[in-house]
């Protein structure tokens, strides 16, 4: 994609972040989280994530401030897996994971990450707003997240300290986020997911969140629910994918840049032809690595949805940076906390994603004249889990 219109872009985007902050219901909900990282303290904290494929649980030991993930247990609850059930099938899914850990009756905090559109509530915990990813479960929307889930531990005897009374619950960007900010010396920091779906966060002054509708100040993270962005220059194809999913006209720029629809992309370009039955980022990835197994005019084309995806990240990151430099103009070095199996993703026929992404950031940003920036990758294992575990910690 040309340089001129991953610019155009990234100033859509910016301008989609300050409605976002001016009221609710834009293309950017931009969600204010109502949990500010404190002090860590000692003690076992339940973490829990789910917003993809898998559903998590592990067992967070903080000791001298640092947390320590314990056994990881995982579980399937994708759409196939889970196709048919109510909240009660669910939650006694994972109830029963959550009961095998060791450890458990130790607890006396949980955190959940919880990776679906949500709202936050003042107390920690968030209501569900919709799902996506091909999730959907009706009898959920509207219900607090770690209300419900609290409930049913207490009820099933699963947690035994009842003075347990919130779950925080966080996305999975503002958990990566979290993750991130035991690195210092940076002036800002972001969370961005690029996996089965993809979204960012950021910190953001209060002042500046005109929604809001207050004068204090000082940082809170904000869930921008990028993915139901709708950026310019998309094509037929992705006019194709939108109009075969099951939730048509939400979720463009998720749809265009995610490893969930970059195999349906693919297909909407050669409806003729088969491919594997699970068409998607992670097969792109396989074209990509493995050329001579597949057409050459496939493998040209599965390069170029993965390089337009990585681009399209570029574009809307410079456009959230551009947001964070116009509330700060001291801002100079920024920490990029990302997490999600295709941005990591490797290309060994030709650039990582990764490396794709930031060498478009930094071109992207001194074309707006801002050539001493620095953005910085960070990645650290189960940032999900330990985001989670600081929340419950807030």
């Given at each position: 994609m040309e340089m001129y219109k991953l610019k155009e872009i990234a100033l859509d985007f910016q301008s989609n972040i300050v409605e976002g902050f001016r009221q609710d219901g834009?293309?950017?909900?931009?969600?204010?989280?109502?949990?500010?990282?404190?002090?860590?303290?000692?003690?076992?904290?339940?973490?829990?994530?789910?917003?993809?494929?898998?559903?998590?649980?592990?067992?967070?030991?903080?000791?001298?401030?640092?947390?320590?993930?314990?056994?990881?247990?995982?579980?399937?609850?994708?759409?196939?897996?889970?196709?048919?059930?109510?909240?009660?099938?669910?939650f006694a899914k994972m109830s029963a994971l959550i009961g095998e850990l060791k450890d458990i009756e130790k607890v006396s905090r949980i955190g959940y990450c919880f990776s679906y559109p949500t709202i936050a509530e003042s107390n920690g915990d968030a209501t569900i707003i919709k799902f996506n990813k091909g999730i959907f479960m009706?009898?959920?929307?509207?219900?607090?997240?770690?209300?419900?889930?609290?409930?049913y531990l207490k009820n099933s005897s699963i947690i035994k300290?009842?003075?347990?009374?919130?779950?925080?619950?966080?996305?999975?960007?503002?958990?990566?986020?979290?993750?991130?900010?035991?690195?210092?010396g940076f002036d800002a920091y972001i969370g961005l997911i690029v996996g089965t779906g993809t979204n960012m966060a950021c910190l953001i002054n209060r002042s500046k969140i005109e929604k809001l509708q207050t004068v204090e100040s000082g940082l809170i993270p904000v869930n921008l629910e990028a993915g139901n962005y709708h950026p310019q220059h998309l094509t037929i194809y992705d006019e194709m994918v939108d109009i075969n999913s099951d939730n048509g006209g939400q979720q463009r720029y998720e749809k265009a840049v995610s490893g969930m629809y970059l195999g349906r992309i693919l297909?909407?370009?050669?409806?003729?032809?088969?491919f594997e039955e699970k068409c998607d980022g992670k097969m792109i990835n396989t074209m990509l690595n493995y050329p001579d197994?597949?057409?050459?005019?496939?493998?040209?084309?599965?390069?170029?949805?993965?390089?337009?995806?990585?681009?399209?990240?570029s574009a809307t990151l410079t456009g959230l940076i551009l947001t964070l430099l116009s509330h700060d103009q001291t801002i100079k070095n920024i920490l990029l906390a990302a997490e999600g199996s295709l941005f990591w993703?490797?290309?060994?026929?030709?650039?990582?994603?990764?490396?794709?992404?930031?060498?478009?950031?930094?071109?992207?940003?001194?074309?707006?004249?801002?050539?001493?920036?620095?953005?910085?990758?960070?990645?650290?294992?189960?940032?999900?889990?330990?985001?989670?575990?600081?929340?419950a910690m807030s």
């Open positions: 834009m293309q950017l909900l931009c969600i204010p989280t109502y949990i500010v990282p404190k002090e860590i303290v000692d003690g076992y904290v339940l973490a829990l994530d789910w917003g993809g494929t898998l559903f998590r649980a592990a067992i967070v030991v903080f000791s001298n401030k640092k947390p320590v993930v314990q056994e990881v247990r995982e579980i399937l609850l994708s759409a196939k897996e889970i196709t048919g059930f109510c909240q009660s099938d669910l009706p009898d959920m929307i509207g219900r607090l997240v770690g209300e419900s889930l609290l409930t300290d009842q003075s347990i009374n919130v779950i925080k619950v966080v996305n999975d960007t503002v958990a990566s986020l979290f993750s991130g900010l035991s690195q210092t297909q909407s370009v050669y409806p003729l032809l088969e197994v597949y057409k050459d005019e496939c493998v040209q084309t599965a390069g170029w949805i993965y390089q337009r995806s990585a681009q399209l990240v993703s490797h290309n060994r026929n030709g650039k990582d994603y990764s490396e794709m992404v930031l060498k478009n950031v930094h071109h992207l940003l001194c074309d707006f004249g801002y050539t001493d920036i620095n953005v910085e990758l960070y990645s650290i294992q189960n940032a999900n889990l330990i985001g989670a575990a600081i929340a």
